[in-house]
């Protein structure tokens, strides 16, 4: 499911709007109210997402997503995916070349206060995803549809209490799949490119 761009404006109220529950239904207390019902949980989405509930995902796709999900561990790494909102737009700095700095830092009672305010002014950004740039490139202009891009690079998620070291590195690779045009040109981009990938991963991580 994809859904907002984090850091881009306009998130916020979509990520905040409580209707919008499941951005946040993860941890531990969801996993255990999901547990043996991934079928159930996911028909929400397959039927009351959909403009036809009769032909949103066949049967037979509904019932290789249930058991790929109820696996152990699949419904968290999936979740993790919201888990890790917000992701931003992360800017890299260095203190200042004024004499002192890294002393003046060393004996403030804040030093990540300190650090940020002796900071001289960014030198580079670092991006939580890839495919940013794409909209940007094709910011008014009329693109042929259907048009599947992809990306693919390094990606820095600083995301606080919510980063778990061990799970994921705060840098990695990752590529995604962009796909402009209609409802149904995205319906076909998906078969034809990104489930594919979905299922050699699942075979992969068996």
Known sequence: MDAFLPGVAGWEPIYNNPALWHFRFNGHYPEE????RERTYFEHYWNDFAADKTR???????KAYTAAYARPGRMRAGWAYFASFPQW?????????RDGALERLATQPNPAQA?????????????????????ANLAGRVVASPTVLTAQGTCWRHEGARHAPLERGWAFTMREVVCIGTPEDTAAAYVAVVKPVLFVGSRTFE
């Open 33 to 36: 109210l999901v547990r043996g």
């Open 89 to 97: 737009l992360t800017l890299a700095a260095h203190l200042d070349d």
């Open 56 to 62: 949103s995902i066949p049967e037979s796709d509904r």
């Open 115 to 135: 650090a940020r305010d002796g900071a001289a002014s960014a030198g580079a950004a670092l991006p939580p995803a890839v495919c940013y740039h794409v909209y």
